[in-house]
């Protein structure tokens, strides 16, 4: 049986986003999208009674905060999803801080992760 040996050259296979602009515009529209799922997820999990509430989980403020970033490497780059609101990780983990306040967990960016497809 004949057999055929494959070798990949994993730095250029790394450097394809840098000179690929369609690789990285779908590497940036897939990180929109679990971005999008996320605010979604949120949206649809949040208790009502917190929007009137002027705290550091007010929805519109945790929405609001979701970005985009490009991280560059020595090996190439990525796309990434960052909430640069000071309350996500309670969102995403929930907390309780010992007293009557109890922060549920929603998991808005685990949800949308295995919603794209990605296990975490």
């Known amino acids: ?11 250029k296979l790394r450097a394809i986003p840098d000179v690929s602009p369609e690789l990285d515009n779908l590497l940036r529209e897939k990180a929109h999208g ?5 605010q979604a997820v949120f949206r649809a999990r949040q208790r ?9 989980t007010t ?6 905060s979701f970005k985009l970033e490009r991280i ?6 990525s796309w ?17 801080a010992g007293g009557r306040t109890l922060v549920l967990r929603y998991y808005p960016l685990k949800t ?7 296990e975490s």
Do not use: C
Not at 86 to 96: K, L, N, Q, T
Not at 112 to 118: E, K, P, R
């Open 59 to 64: 929805p519109p403020k945790y929405i609001r």
């Open 1 to 11: 049986m004949p057999r055929v040996r494959v070798e990949v050259d994993r730095a």
């Open 72 to 77: 560059q490497k020595a090996r190439g780059h």
């Open 112 to 118: 949308a992760l295995f919603m794209q497809g990605i």
């Open 48 to 56: 009502m009674s917190n929007e009137w509430r002027l705290s550091e």
């Open 34 to 38: 679990i971005s999008m799922k996320a």
């Open 80 to 96: 990434i999803v960052v909430n640069t609101d000071p309350s996500a990780a309670w969102i995403e983990y929930g907390a309780h």
